[in-house]
Every structure is written in C-alpha cells, then in structure tokens.
C-alpha cells in the first residue's frame, strides 16, 4: 500500500525499482506508489536529505544511473477535485512571490492520476500566468524563461496528493537528479 504523507517523488529507470527503493530507504519511509516506477519517500529534513543523497549518489555512479529523478517538495497538499487542486496549487506557488521578483522563472508540472482532467501543460501555463500576474504591478522585471532560468517551481502529483517546490539554479546544479525540464 502506498505512503499517503509523502513529500518527496522518485522515478526509476527500468528494473532497478528495488534497487533505488533501498537506497532512498536510508533517507526516510520509502514506498511503492500506484503508478509505474515511482517511488513515494518521506524525509523529515529537505536539504540533509538532499546533500546525503548527492554524497551517496557521487560515490555509487551505478546507483546513480538507477535513478530517473528525485524531487522533493516542500509544500504537500491533498486535492480530490481539479479545482481543489488548483486552488492549493495556487496558494503553494505563491509563496516564492518574492523570489521571483526580477527573475527568469517557469513552472514544472508531472501529473500521476487525474488523466482527462488535470493537464500538465495547461496547469504549468496557468500557473506561470498566476505568477506573472502578482508580480507585474511589481514590474521587477520578471519573467517566463526556459532558457537556464533563475528558478524552476516543480510541481507533481501522484493520484489525489500533490506538492511543489522551488529550485534556483545552482540547486539545480548542485543536485542533478531533481532534473526538472
């Protein structure tokens, strides 16, 4: 049965499901989810985990390459309805409002569940649209960018539990297996 309190997702390349599932065991509860190779763990520290897991990750390149990506997400919610969803979506993105002041930014959605009903694209470009609303009468100059922007809001869901979270360049850097675009 899966986690229902995760706040962190991980994808898996091919076979290796057990394999990651262990190793991400170290870090926190770690479980099966309804969906094909992803991973549900919950970690009690957000930045110890990630430094542990780059360090493990850097010493074990066979582990490495066993995972797709990890992301971990700092504000969960729970949402049985697309507009329930898009209601705490809305709330979560908005608390990077003043991050994003004069920065390069897009929002990053991977959808698990809702097919037909929640669009990934139309969600990140909502959201975008959100962002870039309460930010104009600001006119700090920020904008949408895919091109090595300032920061990445990921954005995932696994069936009816979502979270999201928000990555500067240089945790992108730092931490490679979040791989957000």
């Known amino acids: 049965m899966a986690m229902t ?8 390349v091919g076979p290796q499901y057990r394999r990651v599932r262990a190793l991400l065991a170290h870090f926190g509860a770690a479980s099966t989810s309804d969906y094909l190779n992803v991973l549900l763990v919950r970690v009690a520290d957000i930045p110890a985990f990630l430094d542990a897991l780059a360090d493990e990750l850097a010493a074990r390149p066979d582990a490495a ?3 797709s990506r990890v992301v971990p997400l700092t504000h969960t919610f729970d949402f049985q309805t697309p507009e329930a969803f898009e209601q705490v979506a809305d709330l979560a993105v908005r608390e990077w409002l003043p991050q994003l002041r004069g920065a390069r930014f897009h929002v990053r959605m991977h959808r698990r569940g809702f097919k037909g009903r929640l669009s990934s694209q139309a969600e990140e470009q909502r959201l975008d649209a959100l962002l870039m609303a309460a ?3 600001d006119d700090g100059g920020a904008r949408i960018s895919f091109d090595d922007p300032d920061f990445i809001i990921a954005v995932e869901t696994v069936g009816q539990r979502g979270g ?6 240089e945790q992108r850097a730092r931490y490679p297996f979040l791989k957000l675009d």
């Open 5 to 12: 309190d995760w706040n962190t997702v991980a994808t898996v």
């Open 164 to 169: 999201a979270s928000c990555w500067s360049r």
């Open 65 to 67: 390459a066993s995972v």
């Open 135 to 137: 930010l104009q009468p």
